[in-house]
């Protein structure tokens, strides 16, 4: 049953992201200028390359979704237990990317951001240990509203869930953010 629900999420995200009709919208711009205002109003246009970032973060993210509320076990990767890396790791994987297994191996690689940069799909790395030195804990950044950041991740006491870099506990553990996409 597992099996063909991921199949059928992958099925879903594939279809969604291949060729076919392209419906084009218009929206109606109303752009009011100041005299002496060089500012430009226009909305963005985001390019090809940040649209298909965008589609693998929410697909890497839909497949970290699928795994809320699995119980935590130390080295787990399966529905049957998982641990932070492990969430991280599988997730990665199921999309093509290939990764390493293990948080503090996770934050050596990508490209080191500000906390106000994170978007959808980054990874955030924490040290939740009083007496350790390294990185041992990440999340996967799956919404940013304003300066709220929320992140999918695993925990020992309450296993996959999602959580706020707002909360005291995350926000004093928290190391630095990393971009992979």
């Known amino acids: 049953m597992l099996r063909k629900t991921i199949f059928l999420l992958f099925l879903f995200a594939f279809i969604s992201c291949g060729p076919g009709k392209r419906k084009r919208t218009y929206s109606k711009t109303r752009t009011i200028t100041v005299e002496g205002s060089t500012e430009d109003t226009s909305p963005e246009k ?69 906390v106000e940069d994170v978007q959808k799909g980054d990874l955030l790395f924490f040290k939740t240990s009083k007496t350790g030195k390294r990185i041992n804990h990440v999340g996967l950044v799956v919404d940013v509203d304003g300066d709220d950041i929320k992140f999918i991740h695993a925990t020992t006491s309450r296993g996959v869930l999602v959580s706020s870099l707002r909360e005291g506990y995350w926000n004093y553990a928290f190391v630095k953010a990393m971009r992979i996409l």
Not at 64 to 80: E, H, I, L
């Open 46 to 114: 985001k390019t090809r390359k940040e649209e298909r970032e965008n589609a693998k973060a929410e697909a890497i993210i839909s497949t970290a979704m699928g795994y809320s509320g699995t119980r935590y076990k130390y080295g787990g990767t399966t529905k049957k237990g998982m641990d932070c890396s492990g969430l991280v790791y599988v997730s990665l994987k199921e999309n093509e990317i290939l990764f390493p297994r293990t948080s503090y191996q996770m934050a050596l690689e990508g490209q080191k951001i500000q």
